[in-house]
């Protein structure tokens, strides 16, 4: 049967279980969305910028576990895609970008709205497309699922001339793909397990860092497996967070800048570092030539380019984490570890996880410690970047498997709220939670006329500060508490909100917290809370950036020395 | 022959698809490797081509660029080929000025290197030139002191003895 290139899509993509685009049409694309009514089970959200589409796409990855689809038209809809392509790339998030470009006897004339977008998008997509002829659609759409979803999931561009969109093609899915030069590794080298399990069985002082690979592979039981039989505590990166229940006896939270203490303290005391799913970000290490100086390093992960990169490995084992931890599990044995682990209660004994300081004023620890109590932990939460995103991490007890969404690796601020549509259509029936900066949640506002248009349920509660607040925070710490750029004005969000027709309210006390989420939640449908909190509150812990983990600053002081060039650090 | 510790020989079997070399520049570019050479051709396989990359880096760097090459789809398969025992050549053209009076001691210099004249003008004179690097670069000195006034290098290609790799 022939058909066209857009019906060829839209067939391909209900073949791969499609359930839903975030797009935003235009000239190139109109013969896409003009095939689209013909294919009702593909739900289409049209959002209010392309970045928006890109964030709801990667989102709904996150929390569903299926590849997120976006589109945009050609030109200037391709290039606002540009930032959620790119945020989706350094979190390996399995998005698919479908974008119209201009007609094939136009391509390289410089024409209206033509851009080179594979070309742009070559550094941060896992892989692109350009196709040429509707002969070859269903195979890259074919490649393309194939690619973003396996191994190392990560974003895949496609890029469709408007005329191949209406040219006929005989259609044949696909039934495999063959890519000679992709394939991933799954298993685990048996002898490096074994050379694993024999340093695990003979370490004193180990612990397992938990990256967001655990979460991809969905090895939440045989992580824990693996900590609960050889008792060894829990550390997660930030995107590995809820991938091993917080509540949890050997669990010691995140690690890092703004890791816990005695996390922080665990990995410098170490003799051994189970590195799980992770990459060694900065932001993790800290100073990388000062990380776990007394530890070898077990390291697993899938892309084989990740081990070495940053740090030196004494046992690197390439393969899928649950693949790898299950065989590992066989090859472990059960132990009590007494020492350590009295050592670990100790340390957590005295420094506190996330401590919430008494007293009246509106601290936004409290916020997020209190939508973890109203919703029993029970709630999915999206947070964009800077200090929200930290409380967030700290000040939530995560106890179900991926119910964290952050921007990890880009650190996009205005990744919340589109992050957040897209996780409440992805998981329907589960709360979500969009926990936004008065900065960040400025960079997508026009995302809450999606959520009105859709009626997607997401409560949002920003943490008003009236400042840039992580930066305002490091020029407190290190450039003599001058506010450059940082100072913030708002509009009054809650009329923001009702004029996009959500319901909202201020809270700007410590007794209207409880109520208000409340509120929110037996509110049917979208809500928003502005917390006005305390301005100028800080993220501690906090590693100084250039510092070693070890050097970790728990109090609050007055000033500190800017160490060297912040340039090098950051 | 033996390689300089921080020169490396990669072969990149790689599919013969559009925008391939843009890949394979790009992923050097962005992560600050440095490129000495390379050099792109058809290979008895169709549809595959054979890239010879010489970079430099010590061999934590090298096998970085080994592994980031390996994951860009379009790339097969990767070897880096420094340790083994391989034939290396590379083609240089070289336009050299001439004078009635110095033409004949030119033309011993690139007998002797058993390179071949290929072009004979009033003034100059153009000398193609297959070796490895050494040869090559012995050649462009001697010829120097004549004045040369173009040179086009290709890079260099490079496969290993015996057993071809993969």
């Not at chain 1, 913030?488 to 959500?502: H, M, Q």
């Amino acid at each position: 049967m022939k058909l066209t290139g857009a019906q060829i899509i839209c067939e391909s993509f209900a073949k791969e279980g499609v359930e839903v685009i975030f797009g935003f049409p235009g000239g190139s694309l109109l013969p896409f969305y003009d095939t689209l009514p013909q294919y009702p089970q593909l739900r289409h959200i049209l959002v209010r910028h392309e970045q928006g589409a890109a964030h709801a796409a990667d989102g709904y990855a996150r929390a569903s576990g299926r590849a997120g689809v976006c589109c945009a038209t050609s030109g200037p809809g391709a290039t606002n895609l540009v930032t959620g392509i790119a945020n989706a790339y350094l979190d390996s998030s399995p998005v698919i970008a479908l974008t119209g470009q201009v007609a094939r006897p136009f391509i390289g004339k410089d024409a209206f709205q033509e851009i080179d977008i594979t070309g742009i998008t070559l550094p941060i997509t896992k892989h692109n497309y350009v196709v040429m002829s509707a002969a070859e659609m269903a195979g890259v759409i074919k490649e393309a699922f194939h690619i973003a979803t396996t191994g190392r999931p990560g974003p895949v561009l496609i890029d469709v001339p408007r005329d191949v969109f209406v040219e006929e093609a005989e259609y044949h899915y696909p039934a495999r793909v063959d890519l000679p030069g992709y394939k991933p590794v799954i298993r685990g080298h048996s002898a490096q397990i074994k050379k694993a399990a024999r340093l695990i069985n003979e370490s004193r002082r180990p612990v397992i860092i938990s990256g967001r690979g655990v979460v991809i592979s969905r090895a939440y039981e045989e992580l824990r497996e693996l900590a609960e039989k050889a008792q060894i505590p829990v550390i997660t990166t930030l995107l590995g967070i809820s991938s091993f229940p917080e509540n949890h006896m050997l669990s010691l939270g995140m690690l890092g800048m703004h890791g816990m203490a005695h996390a922080n303290k665990a990995v410098n005391e170490a003799d051994l570092v189970i590195a799980v799913g992770m990459r060694f970000d900065d932001r993790a290490t800290a100073k990388v030539s000062a990380f776990a100086p007394k530890a070898r390093i077990i390291h697993v992960d899938i892309d084989p380019a990740e081990i070495g990169k940053n740090v030196r490995v004494d046992v690197p084992i390439v393969g899928d984490a649950r693949d790898v931890l299950r065989d590992l599990n066989k090859e472990v044995v059960t132990l009590s570890r007494v020492e350590w682990i009295s050592q670990m209660d100790e340390w957590r004994g005295c420094h506190m996880a996330a401590a919430i300081r008494d007293g009246e004023d509106l601290i936004p620890q409290y916020v997020i410690h209190s939508i973890c109590e109203v919703t029993q932990g029970n709630s999915i939460i999206v947070t964009g970047v800077g200090q929200h995103q930290m409380w967030s991490a700290q000040c939530f007890c995560y106890k179900k498997p991926n119910t964290l969404i952050s921007s990890g690796g880009l650190g996009t601020m205005g990744f919340e709220l589109p992050a957040a549509i897209g996780a409440k259509v992805g998981c329907p029936d589960e709360t979500v939670w969009c926990v936004a900066g008065d900065g960040g949640f400025q960079m997508t506002i026009q995302e809450l006329a999606t959520i009105t248009q859709e009626r997607t349920a997401v409560k949002i509660a920003i943490i008003n500060n009236g400042y840039l607040g992580m930066v305002r925070q490091w020029q407190e710490l290190f450039y003599g508490r001058r506010y450059v750029a940082t100072p913030l004005s708002s509009p009054d969000f809650v009329k923001i909100a009702e004029a996009y027709g959500i319901a909202a309210v201020r809270v700007r006390t410590r007794l209207e917290v409880v109520p208000a989420i409340q509120k929110a939640m037996e509110h049917d449908g979208p809500f928003l809370i502005d917390f006005v909190v305390e301005p100028e509150e800080n993220v501690y812990p906090m590693v100084p950036p250039g510092a070693a983990l070890a050097d970790l600053i728990e109090a609050p002081r007055t000033q500190l020395v800017a160490p060297g060039s912040d340039r090098v650090s950051e | 022959m033996v390689m300089t510790s921080d020169k490396h020989i990669l072969v990149a079997l790689v599919a013969n698809k559009p925008g391939v070399l843009n890949r394979v520049a790009s992923l050097f570019r962005r992560r600050g490797f440095n490129i000495e050479s390379i050099t792109v051709g058809h290979t008895e396989k169709e549809g595959i081509s054979r890239m010879t990359i010489v970079v430099n880096g010590d061999p934590a760097t090298v096998e970085q660029v080994r592994k980031q090459l390996d994951k860009v789809i379009d790339v097969v398969k990767v070897h880096d080929i420094t340790q083994d025992s391989v034939v290396d050549r590379e083609l240089a053209l070289i336009k050299v000025k001439t004078t009635s009076t110095n033409r004949s001691e030119i033309i011993q210099i690139v007998d002797i290197f058993r390179a071949n004249i290929v072009d004979v003008a009033a003034d100059s004179l153009i000398v193609e030139v297959t070796g490895d690097e050494d040869k090559l670069n012995s050649l462009f000195r001697l010829l120097s002191s004549f004045g040369i006034r173009e040179i086009a290098r290709t890079g260099r290609l490079a496969m290993t003895r015996g057993v071809p790799p993969g």
